[in-house]
C-alpha cells in the first residue's frame, strides 16, 4: 500500500509477557518514528531510525523498551516483560529524511492492552 | 528544549460556525511548525505546515493556520466548521537542527454539535 502499515492493529497480553509490534514504513523514506499515546494524552516521543541506524533513542522509557530496523524498511518495536502503565496506542511515522522540514507520515497505531 | 502547549483541551461549537485552535510553542531556534488531526481509531493526518515564507498557510479540509513568531504561536483556524471536523487535533514542532523527532501538544478535541 501506500501508506505507512502497522501490525497487529490491537494486541492484548498479560502482563509480564514480551511483545512485537511491526511497522512497515512508506517505500523509500528514510526515516521511521516511534511514537506512544497514552489515553487522552499527546504522543510522546520514543526512538528515530535514519536508514538502520537509531541516532536518537532518548524516548524509550526503560530498558524493557528496545527497536530495530532491518533492510532500511521494517522495523520492530519490543516491549519486555511488560507493565500495565505499557497500556497506550504505539503510532509509527515515516519521512523521506529526519533532518530538515520534511513531514512525517502515520499508521493506524497499533492498541497495546496490557491485562 | 522545544515545548508546544495546547490551551484548550476540548472546544465545543455549533455546525457553520467558525473556530479557532490555540498553539503556543517554545523553541530556542528555528522551527517547522504543524497541525494534524487524528480521527477515532486512526493515525494522525496532516492538515497543514509551516516551513518558512509566508505566515499564512493553508491545508487541507479548509484550515488555515497563521505563524506569529514575536508571540510564538501557530493557531488553528476555520471559518465554518463541519460535523465531520469533528475530531482531536494535535500541535507539533520540529526543530530545524535536531534529529526530526516531533515534539507535540497535548491535543485538542473539536467537538462540531449540529
Known amino acids: 500500500g501506500a501508506g505507512v502499515s502497522q501490525s497487529p492493529s490491537n494486541k492484548v497480553t498479560e502482563k509480564g509477557k514480551d511483545v512485537e509490534l511491526r511497522c512497515d514504513p512508506i517505500?523509500?523514506?528514510?526515516?521511521l518514528y516511534w511514537y506512544r499515546q497514552r489515553l487522552g494524552q499527546g504522543l510522546e516521543f520514543l526512538i528515530y531510525?535514519?536508514?538502520?541506524?537509531?541516532?536518537?533513542k532518548s524516548g524509550l522509557p526503560s530498558d524493557r523498551f528496545s527497536a530495530e530496523r532491518t533492510g532500511e524498511s521494517v522495523s520492530t518495536l519490543t516491549i519486555q516483560r511488560t507493565q500495565q502503565e505499557d497500556s497506550a496506542v504505539y503510532l509509527c511515522a515515516s519521512s523521506l529524511a529526519g533532518i530538515g522540514n520534511q513531514p512525517q507520515h502515520f499508521g493506524d497505531g497499533t492498541r497495546l492492552s496490557i491485562l | 528544549a522545544q515545548s508546544v502547549t495546547q490551551l484548550d483541551s476540548q472546544v465545543p461549537v455549533f455546525e457553520e460556525a467558525p473556530v479557532e485552535l490555540r498553539c503556543n510553542y517554545s523553541?530556542?531556534?528555528?522551527?517547522?511548525l504543524f497541525w494534524y488531526v487524528q480521527y477515532p481509531n486512526q493515525g494522525l493526518q496532516l492538515l497543514l505546515k509551516y516551513l518558512s515564507g509566508s505566515t499564512l498557510v493553508k491545508g487541507i479540509n479548509g484550515f488555515e493556520a497563521e505563524f506569529n513568531k514575536s508571540q510564538t504561536s501557530f493557531h488553528l483556524r476555520k471559518p465554518s466548521v463541519h460535523i465531520s471536523d469533528t475530531a482531536e487535533y494535535f500541535c507539533?514542532?520540529?526543530?530545524?537542527?535536531?534529529?526530526?523527532?516531533?515534539?507535540f501538544g497535548q491535543g485538542t478535541t473539536l467537538q462540531v454539535k449540529p
Open positions: 517505500s523509500g523514506h528514510t526515516a
Open positions: 507539533a514542532v520540529k526543530g530545524s537542527s535536531n534529529t526530526g523527532k516531533l515534539i
Open positions: 523553541s530556542s531556534v528555528s522551527v517547522y
Open positions: 531510525f535514519q536508514g538502520n541506524s537509531a541516532p536518537d
